[in-house]
């Protein structure tokens, strides 16, 4: 006699036509905390030469994990840049800060998985209004709890991206 497993969720399939695309942030949204029962949220992203990612940051409640595609990516880890090339993986514990952008001489993707999930599909549409303007400045502020990204300030990121 066999069993079926008592599962938490559905299998997950996002077609890549299906995904939505924020294109002014170069992320695809594919699976956020709601369809996975919270085990995690995944996105992708594609940044341009040198472009700025993620402002430094950390969660305080998830893991993230970022594998890179494509390229390579400058991230901040505590106080430390590491730059992470085709193949690279990276995981970031919880209360680590940490920031990321492509290499100052190359494009640069990555699959990015928080565990547990965050809801926070949401937080990069905020991101995309505010860069077009239509949102206020402080907004995401009054927000991190919300999407458990609490931004940070860090002089060692901003010198290797004024370097850059």
Do not use: C, K
């Not at 069993?3 to 942030?25: C, F, K, M, Q």
């Not at 390579?72 to 209360?95: E, S, Y």
């Not at 860069?131 to 927000?143: A, D, M, N, T, V």
């Amino acid at each position: 006699m066999s069993s079926t497993p008592n599962r938490p969720y559905p299998p997950v399939l996002i077609r890549a036509g299906e995904a939505e695309r924020l294109d002014l942030i170069g992320h695809v949204l594919l699976a956020d905390s709601s369809a996975t029962a919270g085990a995690l949220t995944s996105h992708r992203v594609a940044l341009g030469r040198g472009a700025d990612g993620a402002v430094p940051h950390r969660h305080d409640h998830s893991s993230e994990l970022f594998y890179i595609l494509d390229g390579a990516f400058d991230l901040l880890v505590d106080d430390n840049i590491v730059t992470a090339r085709t193949g690279d993986l990276l995981v970031v514990p919880p209360g680590a800060p940490h920031a990321f952008a492509a290499h100052h001489d190359s494009t640069a993707e990555a699959l990015i998985i928080a565990t547990p999930g965050i809801e926070r599909f949401d937080y990069f549409r905020h991101v995309v209004r505010r860069r077009q303007g239509s949102e206020q400045p402080g907004l995401l502020l009054g927000l991190q709890d919300r999407f458990d990204t609490h931004f940070l300030d860090s002089p060692a990121w901003q010198r290797a991206r004024t370097a850059a």
